[in-house]
């Protein structure tokens, strides 16, 4: 049996989970899921002057949020380093790594002679690698370097962009360990994904040629080299590079401007990877169809209006307990959110439920569902909108006038039976049904627009709706 899929997400905490580190976890965990495997994470913190704390916990929130957090705690590059030591020691003792004493002055003097000769700038990285260790200068700091091959080529088998080949002699003797000791990002790499049994390796196409460096270390160590994916970048709707115009953002601006993390997931998912022509894609197709062949080999367009588009699809697909829970949840993130304070909690709940059949259908973000709810929560006199201030000044009045004393009238407070009362009038007066319920959508909510408005009647209840038509009664 071929051995169990893992894969891992491997962000360096130096800013917060950008979309695009966000499409390669959402890869990486939905290739896992797929397989029936796990995703690890690992937080590549050997920066320790731009790594820190809190961007640590913004990406494990990032994709918790996302709902993509990883099967077993993160691990920690940094505090692996003794372990990448150990290796390098191991690779030395092996012949295939080996302490160099070249100063920096004599590594440019090297490459002004490799330019001179023709050479590639590689070969300057060699002085040390025949040469007897007795010769070390004292006092000289080594850094340690793999001795890399020097002829033939180094293919690294890409699921995405294929074979992709690298004449050694173009390779360095790459620095494994600096003078101070500390592994290189190259070494902790490859020593952290062995060990932390990773079998596919799914990241941005901007790690390609490390790949091919990466390779040379696997094949030093005599270890399998895990199954790469390169997958292209994104770039923005005008075909340059992602920039935070374009979207380039933390998750936390997506959630932010009321993105549902399954909307956000199937969006991301469409970047750069496709399943026919299929735009919406549940969670659960996203599993059962997720494989590498169908990866996009060139790069993805960022589009907020398909983002948008989609969003909305994933808003009128949620139950309306589902979007309450969101909207309450996200109250303190969403730019409007406080209109959901106004009221105790109770009542806000359940003036959403009430609502939320209607509110949905016309609302792309969580941002224009608070919009649309805030109806609810206006204090009385409500202010105009200006349309709405126009409707009523033409006519509006009148018809909130007439109309006023047939629902005190009525003893069913229900949809059915208030919309008996619109329609009756409207015929007698022989207007369109739209020039008497635009008015009382007016007096109701102070705006054109709004869910149906015998909805807006039963949601607000017997006693504000009158009172709110009292007000402009004219
Ligand atoms: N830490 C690297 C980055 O954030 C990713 C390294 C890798 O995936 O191999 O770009």
């Not at 994104?234 to 932010?256: F, M, N, Q, T, W």
């Not at 209006?305 to 303190?332: C, F, P, Q, T, Y």
């Not at 627009?449 to 009664?473: C, I, M, N, Y």
Request: aromatic letters at 6%; a negative charge; hydrophobic letters at 40%.
């Amino acid at each position: 049996m071929a051995d169990a899929v893992v894969t891992r997400f491997a962000p360096s905490p130096t800013g917060f989970l950008h979309i695009g580190g966000a499409r390669t976890a959402l890869f990486n965990w939905l290739y896992a899921r797929a397989k029936g495997g796990k995703m690890l994470l690992r937080i590549e913190d050997t920066d320790r002057a731009r790594s820190t704390e809190p961007a640590v916990q913004a990406i494990i929130e990032g994709l918790d949020w996302l709902g993509l957090s990883a099967d077993e705690p993160p691990v920690s590059q940094f505090e692996r380093a003794p372990r990448h030591r150990e290796v390098v020691e191991e690779m030395i003792a092996r012949g295939s790594a080996y302490r160099c004493y070249t100063t920096q002055a004599e590594l440019e003097e090297l490459r002004e002679k490799a330019r001179a000769d023709k050479q590639p700038p590689s070969v300057a990285t060699r002085l040390w690698r025949d040469r007897d260790p007795a010769e070390a200068p004292e006092g000289v700091p080594a850094v340690v370097r793999l001795r890399a091959p020097l002829e033939g080529e180094t293919i690294v088998r890409d699921e995405v962009q294929g074979d992709v080949r690298f004449a050694n002699k173009d390779l360095d003797d790459l620095v494994l360990l600096r003078s101070d000791g500390s592994p290189t990002y190259m070494l902790a790499v490859v020593v952290d994904d062995h060990d932390m049994g990773v079998t596919h390796i799914i990241r941005g196409d901007d790690h390609l040629t490390n790949a091919g460096r990466q390779t040379l270390i696997y094949k030093a160590m005599g270890w399998d080299v895990p199954v790469m994916a390169h997958i292209p970048l994104i770039h923005g709707p005008d075909g340059a590079k992602l920039s935070k115009r374009h979207g380039a953002l933390g998750v936390e601006a997506y959630r932010e401007m009321g993105y549902l993390p399954v909307a956000l997931r199937n969006y991301l998912v469409k970047l750069g990877w496709a399943h026919g022509d299929d735009e919406i894609i549940s969670p659960e197709q996203m599993i059962a169809w997720f494989d590498l062949p169908q990866i996009n080999k060139g790069a993805a367009r960022f589009d907020f209006k398909k983002l948008e588009a989609i969003n909305g699809h994933w808003i009128r697909a949620s139950s309306d307990a589902d979007l309450v829970e969101m909207l309450m949840d996200s109250r303190d993130v969403l730019p409007n959110g406080a209109i959901l304070n106004s009221a105790d909690e109770a009542t806000t709940r359940s003036q959403l439920t009430a609502a939320m059949p209607g509110l949905k259908e016309r609302a792309k973000t969580l941002i224009e569902l608070a919009d649309g709810a805030a109806f609810l929560f206006a204090k009385r006199p409500l202010p105009l909108e200006e349309k709405a201030e126009t409707i009523l000044a033409e006519g509006g009045r009148k018809v909130v006038a007439d109309l006023l004393p047939l629902f005190e009238a009525t003893e069913s407070w229900t949809v059915e039976a208030l919309e008996e009362i619109v329609r009756d009038y409207a015929t007698r007066s022989e207007i369109k049904l739209g020039k008497a319920a635009q008015p009382l959508r007016a007096a109701l909510t102070g705006r054109s627009t709004s869910p149906g408005v015998f909805d807006v009647l039963a949601v607000l209840g017997r006693e504000e709706s009158l009172a709110r038509l009292k007000d402009q009664a004219g």
